[in-house]
């Protein structure tokens, strides 16, 4: 059974690989075969059979006929090109319904009449080809379309002035060399990939309708001398200017990050890919519930109060965003529970002080759900209010951050920059709700004075200093309200569970209600803040399947019942460690919590348990330090400030310590060329380069020989292989300097990597940056961001829990202390990679590890890379296991009880928490249907087994007892 499984595991390892690979349309499959979940489990479980196409971009039917071979073994053909076929020059086949072969775009003789009227269609909707505009400039007089697709791009004409197809093959070079009609390539495979061509920008920019010349001058003081058009398209869309009142150039970027890369000008993005059919700002629709004639209401009310409350010619204002929506929660009610401190206290006497919704269409006046004697206003409201405003504080909820930043016009953000001081503050009340700190970075742009202020203190430390270059500070957790304790005896016999949406929920509420048939439980949903309340208070039990330390937790406990939670490091602090109704994960949740309930139904136990939780809340939320918190941030004391920092980091890049570049290279001789010119490029003066080759059979070690730096470097010969972590620790045992950076041998470094680097090291062991991810040509790939930020775009905060399942760390972005470096230089044998142990030592036994949201260098993705080779090895299996393994016998006596737990239960299950959480619904689904309990018990089975037996009796077809 642990053999199947294993295999199992391994082929859901291999879906999702494909599943992302860009081959299989969700949407597409979707809406051609009207199959509305788990589509690509349908393909490649059954569609395939039935001769379905994953995507435009593969054709089923024309693999299996191209290649009797696969056809003739029942191999799904897409399952059998992705692992094979490549590799083997096999081609994907094509769709019937675009005739555009993946990855290449090579157009086969099959499809050629469908494929030419479909283009014909698309391109004419497209609206990138200028008939008129072709007939004179080309002297094309009939059949202008049909001229250009099938003899105008081989002789290099253009469609229209809207699109270059020059410049299209100079960026991609590929389609060029594969004869590739470059119209034809955006519209059916480019524009998809995000993929950009261009025109002139200055020509492009001076004609849209949404660059306004007198009110760009005017807004940034552009001179007469200077041509404002080409400004803006050479350098003020960097400064992140907007070219009118009517585009936000902030707004425009951050409705499409995911696939808008750094370089692009958003105007000239919006004119090329999107003027014909969107609109540069999506209308927001009015909130459920809402009529026009309430809204209309809400602010002819929000109208007369601020007249009442607050005088025009107020100068200092401090403003709490709250949701454009009347709910409740514990962050609405967290926000006016701090608002009103501020109210009350001396060191803000000279401000006034607002509630007021984020920018939106929809508002309200007050808050209805619970007690607040504040009345709220709309954002809009403030600039046209306040005519002598000179100071102004906003705090923004977290979550709300990119929803303020969009929703400025260009006129705000101008009347923001030319107060005598605007202050921006992140109330982060749910770190996994962070703007990733790039997006920060575009608001400390605009407002320099950026602070983030955090509701729990696990999160408020020196790594979200780092990460997000602002000071941080501890507010606390509050609110106004005053609970009612109701003891074990007069509880009745009632369990609560969250609304929130988990995996395991319905198994741990299924084995609850089976083994406890006359326990009533209710789920906390439709219902009003005031019923909330009595219904805790009647309540004994209650499951939060959210974050964890959260309401639903600690407004139980005050209520005198026994919440249990999954721990969650974000959030929990070690107050909350060895509590029996806390759990390392959602098995250990499933498999314990009856158990819990039973030994805790009697008295004694239900009361000492919650009189500790309530003792642990006093300390932790204690409403004397929360009050004396927020009046240290309106005296400028922070927990975490940036000056200390500023001043080392200044001192520290004017002594340019050296920096030891450390490189492994093996048969690299494809891309080594590149990777050497950009080291050579870098600004940062101080380096020293040391390559240690693995017995390269190419010419790689002539490339090193005939590369000639102006800086100290040496070559360093293995005798026989030592594999790729023996490879680099080689390098690394030879460096001379303060600081170590590992470079693999076919990526591209960014100019200021090093000094990027370095200025955000700080006390820390370890730091490592963005990728921009790029393909063998060297063109950006449409995903960006790689997997080796783990949730850092979402937390910056790195423990030995985020670490175990597997490395988010690339060995490539880093920059290392180098005295910690070689103290734990001495890698086990049975660690799969090097950059994994660094950065493991780094936050068990170091100084910890920090993120910085800034692209380090152009990480290449091709069909020889080591992560990819080793992941699709035989023995990976087996090797991550006793990585996993040696992990925990490492570093036991630095982690957590619960991190230990849940690594062994990793280890038992190899990643039952990564398989559960991503493919358990789907497979169960597939497989189970309604017979979950069978899923359950094999699941609990194989959880109980033991590493020996796991890793040892299964590696020799037999199992210890």
């Known amino acids: 059974m642990i053999v199947q499984f294993l295999k199992r595991i391994h082929r859901w390892n291999q879906y999702k690989k494909i599943s992302s690979s860009g081959l299989f349309d969700q949407e597409f499959y979707r809406k051609e075969y009207k199959i509305d979940h788990n589509e690509f489990f349908h393909y490649m479980e059954v569609g395939w059979k039935k001769g379905y196409d994953p995507s435009e971009m593969f054709s089923t039917d024309q693999y299996l006929n191209a290649y009797p071979d696969v056809k003739k073994a029942g191999i799904n053909p897409l399952y059998h090109y992705y692992f094979h076929g490549r590799k083997e020059g096999r081609t994907s086949g094509v769709s019937p319904l675009l005739g555009i072969v993946y990855e290449t775009g090579i157009p086969t003789q099959e499809s050629r009449p469908l494929r030419y009227s479909l283009l014909k269609l698309q391109i004419k909707k497209s609206g990138l080809f200028d008939a008129a505009w072709y007939e004179r400039q080309y002297g094309i007089s009939e059949k202008p379309l049909q001229h250009y697709l099938e003899t105008g791009y081989k002789q290099g004409y253009e469609p229209s002035e809207d699109f270059s197809g020059a410049e299209y093959i100079a960026r991609y070079p590929q389609v060029g060399l594969a004869g590739i009609n470059p119209l034809a390539h955006y519209l059916c495979l480019g524009k998809k990939a995000g993929l950009f061509y261009g025109v002139d920008p200055v020509k492009k920019i001076r004609h849209s309708k949404y660059f306004d010349e007198c009110w760009y001058r005017d807004a940034y003081h552009i001179p007469d001398s200077v041509d404002a058009a080409e400004h803006f398209a050479r350098k003020g869309w960097k400064l992140w200017y907007h070219p009118s009142a009517s585009f936000s150039t902030i707004q425009y970027f951050l409705e499409r990050f995911h696939y808008l890369h750094d370089e692009k000008n958003p105007l000239m993005h919006y004119e090329l890919t999107h003027r014909r059919n969107d609109l540069p700002f999506s209308e927001e629709p009015l909130a459920e519930g809402l009529t026009k004639k309430v809204l209309e209401e809400y602010i002819a009310v929000q109208n007369k109060s601020i007249v009442e409350q607050y005088a025009r010619d107020t100068k200092k204002l401090i403003v709490y965003l709250v949701p454009e929506r009347d709910s409740v929660g514990g962050g609405v009610m967290s926000i ?312 080392a980091r200044a001192a520290r890049m004017a002594a340019k310590p050296l920096i030891s570049i450390c490189m492994a290279t093996y048969n690299g001789a494809k891309y080594l060329k590149k990777q050497l010119e950009s080291i050579a490029a870098l600004t940062y003066p101080n380096i020293e380069l040391i390559v240690s080759d693995d017995g390269s059979t190419d010419s790689t070690l002539k490339l090193l020989q005939d590369f000639k730096p102006n800086f100290p470097y040496q070559i360093l010969r293995n005798s026989g292989r030592h594999g790729v972590v023996g490879n680099f620790l080689s390098a690394i045992s030879r460096a001379r300097g303060k600081y170590i950076a590992m470079a693999d041998q076919d990526d591209i470094w960014e100019p200021r990597k090093l000094e990027i680097l370095l200025d955000r090291i700080d006390d820390f062991d370890l730091v490592h940056g963005r990728v921009k991810v790029i393909d063998k040509y060297g063109n950006l790939h449409p995903m960006e961001y790689m997997h080796n930020t783990y949730e850092a775009d979402k937390t910056c905060l790195y423990r030995p829990i985020h670490f175990i399942e597997e490395n988010p760390i690339l060995g490539c972005t880093t920059l290392m202390q180098a005295d910690f470096a070689k103290r734990v230089l001495s890698v086990p044998s049975n660690f799969i990679y090097h950059d994994w142990w660094f950065a493991l030592s780094a936050i068990c036994i170091g100084n910890g590890v920090c993120y910085v949201d800034t692209p380090v260098i152009k990480y290449r993705q091709h069909n020889n890379n080591t992560a990819k080779t080793t992941f699709e090895s035989k023995t990976f299996v087996f090797k991550k296991m006793k990585t996993l393994q040696l992990i925990e016998q490492t570093f036991k006596y630095s982690m957590k009880h619960y991190e230990i737990k849940l690594l062994q239960s990793w280890v038992y299950y190899y990643g039952l928490t990564r398989f559960s959480m991503v493919y358990f619904p789907a497979y169960v689904n597939e497989y189970y249907g309604a017979n979950r309990a069978a899923l359950t018990r094999e699941s609990l089975s194989l959880f109980r087994q033991t590493i020996d037996g796991l890793l040892e009796g299964e590696r020799h077809g037999t199992r210890k007892s």
């Not at 509630?355 to 006046?365: E, G, Q």
């Not at 709220?376 to 923004?396: G, S």
């Not at 606390?476 to 988990?502: F, I």
């Open 336 to 647: 006016c529970s701090i608002a009103q401190v501020t109210a009350s206290i001396d060191e803000t006497k000279d401000f006034s002080v607002m509630l007021a919704t984020v920018p939106s269409v929809n508002t309200f006046p007050k808050c209805t759900n619970f007690k607040s004697s504040m009345d709220v206003f709309r954002f809009e409201q403030i600039p046209n209010y306040f005519i002598e405003l000179e100071e102004i504080i906003i705090h923004v909820p977290e979550i709300f951050v990119v929803r303020f930043m969009e929703r400025l016009t260009p006129n705000e953000w101008l009347w923001l920059q030319h107060l005598k001081r605007t202050r921006i503050n992140i109330m982060n009340q749910n770190m996994l709700y962070m703007p990733r700190p790039c997006i920060v970075d575009i608001l400390r742009s605009n407002i320099p004075d950026v602070t983030i202020t955090c509701a729990h203190k696990q999160y408020t430390t020196a790594q979200l200093r780092t990460s997000y270059n602002v000071p941080v500070h501890l507010f606390g957790a509050s609110n106004l309200v005053r609970y009612s304790y109701v003891p074990y005896k007069k509880k009745e016999n009632l369990l609560l569970y969250s609304p929130d949406e988990a995996d395991f929920k319905p198994y741990v509420l299924k084995k609850i209600q089976d083994e406890f048939p006359h326990l009533k439980m209710k789920e906390i949903r439709d219902i009003s803040y005031r019923e909330y309340l009595k219904l805790i208070a009647r309540a004994k039990w209650m499951i939060t399947f959210g974050e964890g330390i959260d309401g639903y937790f600690l407004e139980s406990v005050r209520s005198g019942a026994i919440p249990f939670a999954v721990q969650n490091p974000t959030f929990f602090s070690d107050a909350f460690d060895n509590l029996e109704n806390v759990y390392a994960s959602y098995n250990d949740m499933l498999l314990h919590i009856t158990d819990d309930i039973r030994r805790l139904s009697k008295a004694s136990r239900f009361s000492a348990l919650n009189d500790k939780l309530r003792e642990i809340d006093a300390q932790e939320y204690d409403d004397q330090t929360y009050e004396k918190n927020i009046r240290k941030y309106y005296r400028n004391e922070y927990t975490f400030p940036m000056e200390p920092v500023l001043k």
